[in-house]
């Protein structure tokens, strides 16, 4: 099963967007509230190589980034892929479509 980890702080709506989104897909997370503990707050900073900014997501252990980078993994369609829920996407046919999309034909 895939392990999801969030570093969180209360008041974060990007928090808050990142657990609906894993909440939509259905997948387990343990949330990690930083603030809450010396020990948390100092795995955070070791983690995320001194990270300022929540959340702050890991996925089977890698660090993936913060909640815009887990828009990027979702839009090029490989978050699906990270958490198992899907065969791995054929990147050749998503860049041709992104940048169809995006009126980039080249």
């Known amino acids: 099963m ?8 209360r008041g974060c709506g990007a928090c808050v967007n990142a657990k609906r989104m894993f909440d939509s897909k259905k997948v387990p997370y343990e949330e990690i509230r930083l ?3 010396r020990r948390v707050d ?4 070791i983690r995320t190589n001194g990270s300022k ?8 252990g890698e660090w993936i980034g913060g909640f815009e980078e887990l828009l990027k993994f979702e839009k090029a369609g490989e978050l ?3 958490l ?4 791995r996407p ?5 860049r041709r479509f992104f940048r169809k999309i995006m009126g980039r034909i080249y």
């Not at 100092?42 to 900073?45: A, F, G, I, R």
């Not at 900014?53 to 089977?60: K, L």
């Not at 198992?84 to 065969?87: N, T």
């Open 84 to 87: 198992g829920l899907c065969e």
């Open 53 to 60: 900014t929540v959340p702050q997501i890991f996925i089977n």
């Open 42 to 45: 100092t795995e955070y900073q």
């Open 35 to 37: 603030g809450t503990s």
């Open 80 to 82: 699906d892929w990270r």
């Open 2 to 9: 895939t392990k999801v980890e969030l570093y969180t702080s």
């Open 90 to 94: 054929n990147r050749s046919f998503l």
